[in-house]
């Protein structure tokens, strides 16, 4: 036996791995028991902040699509090298079913130890085994008799087409939006804000609620995690006057309201789509927070959910807070942290942790995921007026609608001000109704007779007055300032 693959072993590990990783993907889909989705998450892990900031923040899902090929070619790897193991143990004992056997085991364990999962693992199990096997029946024609040879052949037909069957057809329905508990309030609330919102030409323009599929995104992983509200718990640890750990069912059973809230992500550039709103179901965090009694002397807690994912600010912000466990009137969808999410008044996207578990309150200050990385994201938002290419509209009459949204966290909006001069003068824009909702954006809009070229600027004024910033500064380390500019030719 050589110790250096032959092409007959490098062919038959590279199928074997490729169809095991595939044979895993159409078991799990996207999620957590799917191989490559641990393996990405110690990618991701290992990868040094200052790329992991620039690969998530500025390239985006080509970063995200750099780590997960990785993952994948690993996975791939690993699964073939269990094949390779099995196609040397065929050889020397020449018995297929052997080899078959041993690189299904083998395979098997491999997936249940990367995903704890041991169902799903049979995928990629039974896949390994049945290629390792039949790779080594193409060994040696002269080794095996031929009769011998059709009939273990059909036997693993038989066995993985059966084996894939079964497996697909256990995989579960994962469709969790369902309505979600006490939302009965989210419907008005929906057709409020959709009273409130203004009268755009615009029909890509989002209103003033985004529809779930469209709400932009921002994970530290490739793969949400997967929890199920009947399994989910928020334990409160660390500094505490009494250990409180709260269910699903504690949880809905909460006086409940129903809040437009606004996300904005400080990593987002100034005129970036990181910005979206929805109407969200869930309770008060005060009420719970002072069953706790937080102790800790730096009055400060670190919120961690389900993915790894940690970031610490004052229990005074905490205070504020809202547990979600519904998004426009849905249960949340996994993608926004589904069953609950942290959502925090007027600060940085970041503090709105999702698949919450854990909130530990400290003794002493540490830094969360982002501020390890060198972002300070944990404050309060900054205000900025958008105008994204769909709000610039050319309506019949030759005349040019720009229309946007505002957002300044808590403090609300007050003004938003149009120049089509490049900022020598300048308009007040027509506003949204004001809503009741303390942290939520508002719609603009401004119309105008072109006349050639027009450089328009935009910016806000908020609920107290001041004047959104018009020094340009870079999105890190704690978000883009300055006004959006935008050149349209006549
Ligand atoms: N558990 C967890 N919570 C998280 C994140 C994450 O990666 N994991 N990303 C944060 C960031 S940076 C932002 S901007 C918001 C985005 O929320 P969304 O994906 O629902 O829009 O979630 C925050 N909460
Ligand atoms: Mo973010």
Redo the contacts with the bound molecule.
Sequence with gaps: MSSLPTPRDAAVSLVAGVLAVAASFAVAGAAPSFVVSPIDRVIVDATPGTVIAVTIETVGEAGHLLHLSAAVAVAVGLFGLVALVGLRVGDSTDSPVTAGLLAGGIAWLLAVGLTAEPLPAAGPALVTGVVTAAGTLGTDPGAIDPARRRTIAAALGVAGASGAAVLAGGRRDDDPLHVAPNAEGAETRLRELESAALDVESDDLVGLVSPIEE???????EFDPEVAAGEWSLTFTGETGADVTVDYGDLTDRPTEQRAVS?R?V?ESLNGR?L?TAVWTGTPIRPLLESVDPEGDCDCAMLR???G?YVQFPVDVLADGFLAWGMNGRTLPP???HPVRVLIPGH???T????LTEIELLETAEDGY?EERGWQGTGSVNAVAKLWDEGITELDDGRVELAGHAYAGIRGIERVEVSIDGGVTWTDAALSDPLPDADVWRQWRHVFVPDGDHEIVVRTVDGEGTRQSGEESDRMPSGATGWVRRTISG
């Design positions: 709400f932009y995104n921002v994970d530290i992983a996300l992500c990593g990181k979206d959910g389900e993915d994912y993608q926004h942290g940085w996207g970041e709105n942790v999702k698949w982002w």
